[in-house]
């Protein structure tokens, strides 16, 4: 994987190794396309952690996430899917998404906004 987040994913989280680290980047960016996003800021809500997830779409700096506090953000299902696709384990997963996920919400929403959806 190319641009933002492989370069993110390569600096975050170097030692996993290329080409799973190029499956773990993409996956990053594969969860936030669509809907994904919202479907995150819907998640942090429900899970208590609106304060941070805003602070990665609005412009300035952005709150770090534990990876304890990605497991009351994300599904089990979530974490499997990125799982299944990188072949990581997840406890080597959520510290190095812990690193990764602010910037790349960050990147996705330039405009300090999330997208609208479009049905």
């Known amino acids: 994987m190319s641009g933002f ?4 994913m390569n600096q975050a989280v170097g030692a996993i ?5 190029e499956k ?17 800021i819907s998640q942090a809500q429900s899970a208590g952690l609106t304060d941070k997830i805003h602070s990665w ?5 952005n709150l770090p996430i534990t990876a304890d506090e990605l497991r009351s953000l994300l599904t089990d299902q979530q974490i499997q899917m990125i799982v299944s696709k990188t ?3 997840a406890n080597t ?3 190095a998404l812990a690193q990764l996920l602010p910037a790349a919400v960050d990147k996705h929403t330039p405009d300090g906004q999330a997208p609208s959806t479009t049905a």
Not at 5 to 8: Q, V
Not at 17 to 21: A, K, M, R, S
Request: hydrophobic share 40%; no cysteine.
């Open 17 to 21: 190794g290329g080409q799973l680290g």
């Open 5 to 8: 987040l492989g370069n993110l």
């Open 93 to 95: 997963i959520l510290p």
């Open 87 to 89: 072949g990581l384990p």
């Open 57 to 61: 779409i609005g412009n300035g700096e």
């Open 24 to 40: 773990f980047g993409g996956s990053i960016g594969d969860f936030l396309k669509g809907d994904g996003l919202n479907m995150l």
